[in-house]
């Protein structure tokens, strides 16, 4: 992928491709690996989907999500219905714990409450998002875990050496203040981005992530 070109018209055909996106209102604006999506969507899971899509394509650096969800009249909840149905989804999921709570309104949710790992919390949001009437999630569920920054520093590094998708000579580095982790270094795609950000908020006490990771391509 050498050209703006190039990497626009590649990202285009994968949320083509794509069979969890509807790409007929996106415009995808890109300048030197930096992709903008714009446009508008008919549902919250294909906001987070079409992200997801444009950070498959080589050469893509950062993906600016400026779309919109719009939703069809037939999906429309009004912000008590839908309330309640966010609040019985996170009750009825194992992988949530006690305490949090969603507020809807005007299709945008607000996640409440405390957890201990920020897995948990992802495990919130993933449990609201594909509900009927969410136009956007946000997530203002706090981490609360009693651990040593040593440990937490530690447990994260041991957490990249045995990921499978982080190369053995990969310069990622983890510095931990407090239990505030910073991540910086090189990696080569989305996928290892991923998976090195999501190590470090598997780790007990991690309250926040400070993403300064460069994607090569």
Do not use: C
């Not at 909840?77 to 969603?102: C, K, S, Y």
């Not at 009693?146 to 982080?166: C, F, G, K, S, T």
């Not at 990969?170 to 931990?176: A, E, G, H, L, M």
């Not at 505030?180 to 270094?185: W, Y």
Request: proline share 3%; glycine share 8%; net charge negative.
């Amino acid at each position: 992928m050498g050209t703006t070109k190039d990497i626009r018209e590649a990202v285009e055909a994968e949320l083509k491709f794509d069979p969890l996106v509807d790409d007929a209102d996106i415009h995808v604006v890109n300048i030197n690996g930096d992709v903008a999506l714009n446009g508008t969507v008919p549902s919250y899971p294909q906001y987070l989907e079409a992200a997801a899509a444009a950070q498959r394509v080589a050469g893509v650096k950062d993906v600016h999500n400026h779309l919109q969800v719009v939703l069809p009249d037939s999906d429309y909840r009004d912000d008590a219905m839908l309330t309640t149905a966010a609040n019985n989804a996170l009750t009825l999921n194992v992988t949530v714990p006690d305490g949090v709570e969603a507020t809807a309104s005007d299709g945008n949710l607000t996640l409440t409450g405390t957890v201990e790992y920020g897995r948990e919390r992802d495990a919130a949001e993933r449990t609201v998002a594909g509900l009927i009437g969410v136009r956007k999630v946000r997530d203002e569920i706090e981490i609360s875990y009693d651990a040593d920054p040593i440990d937490v520093d530690l447990h994260v590094q041991e957490a990249l050496d045995r990921n499978a998708l982080v190369a053995d000579d990969s310069d990622v580095s983890v510095d931990t203040s407090g239990n505030i982790v910073t991540l910086s270094g090189h990696v080569r795609t989305w996928a290892e981005h991923d998976a090195v950000v999501g190590a470090a908020w598997m780790a007990g006490g991690v309250i926040e992530v400070r993403d300064d990771l460069v994607i090569t391509g």
